[in-house]
């Protein structure tokens, strides 16, 4: 895992976003939606990269972490900044903090990231006691 700090501009264009970039907002969507998009990018991807502005950075990190302690992805990279933004009300320029954090598949994460799998082994585990409860 690195962590940098650094005050840059956003690298990607909006013409040109990255494929596995979830740009998260704190009031928009509700918590789960962003762990259950995360889920399917890393899966798509083997990567997801989580990205917000101020408020919103708790939400990412909270993502994260709910994604970390299920064992289902690692964290690779962390990337704290500030952007300079124009206030809309008063028209100056503030800065904003931005953090961007990018998570990769768990080498366990195929039998544990659906619900399915899950049942599967349990469905496996009772076949295999039957079995050896019939060989006693």
């Given at each position: 895992?690195?962590?940098?700090?650094?005050?840059?501009?956003?690298?990607?264009?909006?013409?040109?976003?990255?494929?596995?970039?979830?740009?998260?907002?704190?009031?928009?969507?509700?918590?789960?939606?962003?762990v259950?998009?995360?889920?399917?990018?890393?899966?798509?991807?083997?990567?997801?990269?989580?990205?917000?502005?101020?408020?919103?950075?708790?939400?990412?990190?909270?993502?994260?972490?709910?994604?970390?302690?299920?064992?289902?992805?690692?964290?690779?990279?962390?990337?704290?900044?500030?952007?300079?933004?124009?206030?809309?009300?008063?028209?100056?320029?503030?800065?904003?903090?931005?953090?961007?954090?990018?998570?990769?598949k768990?080498?366990?994460?195929?039998?544990?990231?659906?619900?399915?799998?899950?049942q599967?082994?349990?469905?496996?585990?009772?076949?295999?006691?039957?079995?050896?409860?019939?060989?006693?």
């Amino acid at each position: 895992m690195t962590t940098e700090t650094a005050i840059a501009p956003v690298l990607t264009s909006p013409e040109h976003p990255k494929k596995n970039r979830i740009q998260v907002s704190n009031t928009k969507k509700p918590l789960f939606f962003y762990v259950n998009l995360a889920k399917r990018y890393i899966q798509q991807h083997d990567e997801v990269e989580l990205s917000a502005l101020g408020m919103a950075i708790t939400t990412v990190v909270t993502v994260a972490e709910i994604l970390k302690n299920n064992g289902l992805a690692v964290e690779k990279k962390v990337v704290t900044s500030t952007i300079g933004m124009k206030d809309e009300t008063r028209g100056r320029l503030i800065q904003k903090a931005r953090i961007e954090i990018v998570l990769g598949k768990t080498e366990k994460y195929a039998s544990m990231a659906t619900p399915q799998s899950a049942q599967a082994r349990e469905k496996e585990a009772g076949v295999a006691n039957k079995e050896e409860k019939k060989q006693d």
